[in-house]
């Protein structure tokens, strides 16, 4: 039952990061650059304990070869490209993704200035927004552990979500004169992103055998890196020229973009299966 482990791992990352926020937000208040000290250590803490919950059976080389080990990432990236692209659900579900983070990715950054403005009040704000916008993401990961259909019948779900979230985000922008209403059609977006996030990664992962899982994975990474490092300057271009609230009505429209894509995923293919 992947989706219900995604789901958790949703719901736990999230409780983390409102705890940050709220942290950083008033930390803030002092100084600006105490937050990233304070990540920098919280990351330190990470890795060490990462690295003390880590199990399995420690495999050693008697001789290493930068040589080796150099041809070996290179055969892993070619063979997991290769097998990214001839692997129908991969390839369209790293589409989605592409699209989906063009679309989002540029309101991550837009959403915390907007609502300092808009709101005229400190920073510590944006963390209680940043707590709001987390809890409704928590109860969207949460529902959908409710919806057994949703993992049963995943193209037609997240073809739903989808396009509920993206009409979200442009109606978000629409409202962007009033912060209020801009604010509460977020937390709603919010939700409905979240209750698609573990479909979404579950269905990614199971098209992948273990062999490749790393290479697979950054397959599907590389295409989200591509889509925010195309829709980051492009909306900035537009915020400047035409407002925050027309580039959310853009990004609104960019996202409908994926819903396609998870149409073209109900048409069942051989090649959905990953080849051997």
């Not at 992947?2 to 208040?29: E, H, P």
């Not at 591509?226 to 990004?251: E, K, Y």
């Not at 996202?255 to 990953?274: G, H, I, N, T």
Request: proline share 4%; net charge positive.
């Amino acid at each position: 039952a992947k989706d219900r482990i995604f789901s958790r791992v949703t719901q736990i990352v999230r409780t983390g990061a409102m705890a940050g926020a709220l942290a950083g937000a008033y930390v803030a208040r002092i100084d600006l650059a105490t937050p990233f000290l304070l990540g920098a250590i919280a990351w330190i803490v990470a890795g060490a304990v990462g690295l003390m919950l880590m199990d399995g059976r420690a495999h050693s080389a008697a001789k290493f070869s930068m040589n080796t080990a150099v041809a070996e990432v290179g055969h892993r990236i070619v063979n997991g490209t290769r097998i990214g692209f001839s692997t129908r659900a991969v390839r369209l579900l790293a589409i989605a993704s592409m699209i989906g983070t063009a679309a989002w990715a540029p309101y991550w950054q837009e959403w915390q200035p907007y609502f300092l403005a808009q709101l005229g009040s400190g920073v510590e704000v944006i963390g209680w927004i940043f707590v709001c916008f987390s809890l409704a993401q928590i109860a969207g990961a949460q529902i959908v552990n409710w919806m057994p259909w949703a993992w049963e019948r995943r193209a037609d779900y997240l073809t739903v979500t989808t396009a509920i979230t993206s009409a979200l985000l442009l109606v978000g922008g629409l409202a962007a004169g009033r912060p209020g209403l801009a604010f509460a059609i977020f937390v709603i977006a919010q939700f409905t992103a979240a209750a698609s996030g573990p479909v979404y990664q579950s269905w990614f992962n199971e098209q992948i055998e273990g062999d490749h899982r790393a290479t697979l994975l950054s397959f599907g990474s590389t295409f989200a890196t591509v889509g925010a490092t195309a829709g980051l300057p492009v909306q900035g271009l537009v915020v400047d020229a035409a407002g925050v609230g027309t580039a959310w009505q853009a990004a609104g429209v960019l996202a409908m973009l994926e819903v396609p894509v998870y149409l073209a995923l109900r048409r069942k293919s051989s090649a959905d299966s990953p080849p051997r």
